[in-house]
């Protein structure tokens, strides 16, 4: 397989939802700047190696793609959505001196200080919905009864949103996220009421001083000048409902599926709790639905491997199969629980790299704790190979994890 005589059809097929794609290995080994066919028919460079997607990913000429750029489509015209645009821009402030000041005020909140601060009320949300699962009865779906509802509760506590809206957060979410669920006419009804409910609540912290997210970008932007704007703040509250649900939910679904796939895994942890941190870290490496790969657009020449690409390039970032590149990792198509260091890219890189990555990691830390303490007996219901991929465009993950204890 070289880059000039075959031109690959993207996304590659999964014979099993945890198994990497057969192509990984000999396009990481022969040919790692590869041309594909995107479902819209348009065409991209995929990298699939770690040291040139970690290289490109800090380089100024690759930029994220905006409206304004010809970059490769991900869907077919008429998609509609986020899914159809690949774009993962996520209505924040996305080049230059805006992003950075935006990235250095949300980023304040994002300390070790308060994700810690954070853990106690996490801990008794997660105990709550374990609960409810159990309730319920076996076999249930982890990813409905935990994975999902979590990471939004978690937004809506940082957003400062009483506890009695969290499901309308929920639904926002949803909706705004699953463009080939609904019509566009219902995902804009939801935007809609999402935005007049955001602006009302903006208004009260506005007028309280409050020490919730909001409260915090209200003080510390007026410290910088000009102070973020109501727009500012509500595009702020949504790009952070947009990237840190689904992403956060599916990872923890995932995390739990590849450690009860191999009982040996689950029972390490039961024996080593102090296991937690690393396993979390090696799930997120392991993953390989990571989604369908970080998107950048090449202003200028550029050379990648030796190879050089041409201005107006669409660079698509295959994260999952950088991550288990064994020139990278020891024994990349193992998982192993204990390994450190273990420098992933799946929080990506460089200026975009996640800036949720804390929050993401303490949400995942602590699901795993509270399953192991609480559900010692955990396993999945269903064969590991009969778990099914969700067939959403960005955001890689797995339809259910049906377990039982
Ligand atoms: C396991 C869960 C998560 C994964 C795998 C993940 C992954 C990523 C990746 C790969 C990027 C880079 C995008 C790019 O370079 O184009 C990113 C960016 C971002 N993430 Fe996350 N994320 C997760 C959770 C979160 C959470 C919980 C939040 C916040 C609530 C969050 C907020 C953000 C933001 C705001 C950006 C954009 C940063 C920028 O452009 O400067 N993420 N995430």
Redesign the pocket.
């Known amino acids: 397989m070289s880059h000039n005589d075959q031109v690959l059809s993207y996304p590659l097929h999964y014979d099993t939802a945890l198994e990497p794609p057969k192509e990984w290995e000999q396009l990481r080994g022969q040919c790692p700047v590869a041309t594909i066919e995107l479902p819209s028919g348009d065409r991209a460079t995929l990298l699939t190696r770690h040291e040139h997607i970690k290289t490109l ?1 800090a380089d100024a000429r690759f930029a ?1 793609p905006t409206a304004a750029d010809n970059a490769a489509r991900v869907a077919p015209a008429g998609s509609g959505g986020v899914a159809a645009t690949g774009d ?1 821009s ?1 209505a ?1 402030p996305d080049k230059g001196e805006p ?1 950075q000041r935006w ?1 250095r005020l949300v980023g304040k909140y994002f300390t070790a200080k308060r994700m810690a601060a954070l853990r106690p009320s996490m801990t008794a949300t997660t105990e709550r919905l374990i609960d409810e699962m159990v309730q319920q009865g076996a076999p249930a779906d982890l990813k409905a009864g935990v994975g999902f509802p979590l ?1 939004v509760y978690v ?1 809506c506590d940082m957003l400062g949103v009483p506890a009695d809206d969290r499901h309308r957060f929920s639904r926002w979410s949803d909706m705004m996220l699953s463009v080939t669920r609904y019509s566009q006419e219902e995902t804009h009804a939801s935007m809609g009421e999402f935005v007049q409910y955001m602006s009302g609540h903006i208004a009260t912290k506005r007028a309280n001083q409050a020490s919730d997210l909001i409260g915090m970008l209200i003080k510390e932007s007026e410290g910088e000048g000009e102070g973020m704007s109501d727009a500012e703040l509500l595009t702020t509250a949504m ?2 409902l947009v ?2 649900h689904e ?2 939910a599916n ?1 923890i679904g995932k995390m739990v599926a590849m450690l009860l796939a191999d009982r040996a895994r689950w029972e390490r942890l039961l024996a080593d709790l102090s296991l937690v941190r690393a396993a979390v870290e090696e799930s997120l490496r392991f993953d390989v639905n990571h989604g369908f790969g ?1 998107r950048r657009f090449l202003t200028e020449d550029a050379e990648v491997g030796g190879q050089v690409l041409p201005a107006g390039t669409t660079v698509l970032c295959g ?1 999952s199969a950088a991550n288990r590149d064994e020139s990278a990792f020891d024994q990349a198509d193992q998982m192993d629980l204990g390994r450190a260091p273990n420098a992933h890219l ?3 890189a460089g ?7 804390a ?2 990691r303490t949400e995942m830390q602590v699901v795993l704790e509270t399953l192991l303490r609480k559900l010692p007996t955990l396993e999945l219901a269903v064969p590991a190979e009969d778990l099914q991929r969700m067939e959403g465009l960005l955001v890689g993950g797995l339809r259910e994890v049906p377990v039982r204890w």
Do not use: D, E, K, N
């Open positions: 990913l994220r993962s996520l924040i992003h990235r990471p937004i790009g952070l990237a840190g992403t956060t990872m970080l994260m799946a929080f990506g200026p975009h790299s996640c800036l949720g990555q929050l993401a």
